[in-house]
């Protein structure tokens, strides 16, 4: 498997911690290609190569390699090696293809068996055989982690730092905070809580303060008025916004569907909105954060049952119907120490 390039911080709080930022990627991102083998023949004359591509493609379509290419130098691909090399010229015969065009010299190579999703896989995989490459800008970013700026690792830094002071405030191992990136805002805050309820975990009870902010919670006591700072309990609230004069807390008000401009925005739960957790989540808070409809989640450090990386990666799977985006190592030497200091 493949490293992901990791961005080293450089704001004035993790100068000198070292840490880094890292995307946790599906595995068909960063893996080395599949490979298969194929027949391939020697075109006798390079003259007549386009037309018997054209033949071959109309006799012998490769319809599960369309994203190679049926040429390279003089060789061309005939199929997959399913048949005996014998059977591949018999089946050529009968579909009526000149067979004095090839030099019946069948051989198997190896090539790539899916397209390449990224630049990396595409020069691999073209040194195997010349394939098809349209690159996606965005995948090119996330698969090289050249998706944020070095002011966006502040305010990522910054909310991590928040998701810290959280925990600390609390005397607890883990926090959390909930984001919402269209206003900039804290909207909600969690920190473990597994002494009033096992599964009271600080994702898990950062997600009820959200449904706080939108007129329900089952948590805790409800506020008898909701309001944008709903999720965040009152002394929290008063702490963190006396250490972060510059950040914004609150949610925007709550709209229901019918009320919403686009509806894709919500209004259920979490929807586009950042989550950041000093620790990896596990398959519980994981599973709950994609029924959320989170947008991207960021941890600090891996924990030993952790659902984003360490023992799964449940956001790729792609059966679920939702999917977030993962980045790993935030913060990592503060969010670490937080089980030193509690």
Not at 71 to 98: G, H, Q, R
Not at 119 to 128: D, G, I, P, T, V
Not at 168 to 182: E, L, M, S, Y
Not at 291 to 310: C, D, M, P, Q, Y
């Amino acid at each position: 498997m493949n490293s992901v390039k990791r961005l080293k911080l450089s704001t004035d709080d993790t100068s000198n911690l070292n840490d880094i930022l890292y995307p946790v990627l599906p595995d068909d991102l960063i893996l080395d290609p599949i490979v298969i083998d194929v027949y391939v023949d020697t075109v006798c004359d390079t003259k007549k190569i386009s037309h018997v591509i054209l033949e071959l493609n109309s006799k012998l379509p490769m319809l599960e390699l369309t994203h190679l290419k049926r040429m390279k130098n003089k060789e061309i691909i005939l199929c997959p090696t399913s048949t005996k090399p014998a059977e591949v010229m018999e089946l050529l015969s009968e579909k009526n293809f000149d067979l004095s065009l090839l030099r019946n010299n069948i051989h198997a190579v190896k090539v790539a068996k899916f397209p390449p999703k990224t630049r990396k896989q595409f020069e691999k995989m073209n040194k195997l055989w010349p394939c098809n490459f349209h690159p996606d800008k965005y995948i090119e970013k996330i698969s090289t982690n050249k998706l944020f700026t070095q002011i966006d690792l502040e305010k990522h830094s910054q909310y991590m730092l928040i998701a810290i002071d959280t925990a600390k405030f609390a005397k607890r191992h883990i926090g959390a905070v909930v984001v919402d990136p269209k206003i900039d805002s804290v909207v909600a805050i969690g920190f473990s809580q597994t002494n009033e309820g096992p599964c009271r975990h600080a994702a898990m009870v950062a997600v009820d303060n959200v449904a706080k902010t939108q007129k329900g919670g089952v948590w805790n006591s409800k506020p008898k008025h909701p309001s944008k700072t709903s999720g965040i309990p009152e002394i929290f609230l008063k702490h963190l916004q006396e250490k972060y004069s510059n950040v914004t807390f609150g949610s925007q008000e709550f709209r229901l569907k019918d009320e919403l401009i686009e509806p894709t925005d919500g209004p259920y739960l979490c929807t586009g909105y950042y989550v950041y957790l000093t620790r990896e989540p596990c398959v519980m808070c994981a599973m709950a954060l994609i029924h959320s409809r989170v947008k991207r989640v960021f941890f600090g450090v891996n924990s030993t049952n952790g659902a984003l990386e360490t023992l799964c990666k449940i956001h790729t799977i792609k059966d679920l119907n939702h999917h977030y985006e993962v980045f790993g190592g935030l913060l990592s030497g503060i969010c670490k120490s937080l089980d030193d200091t509690l």
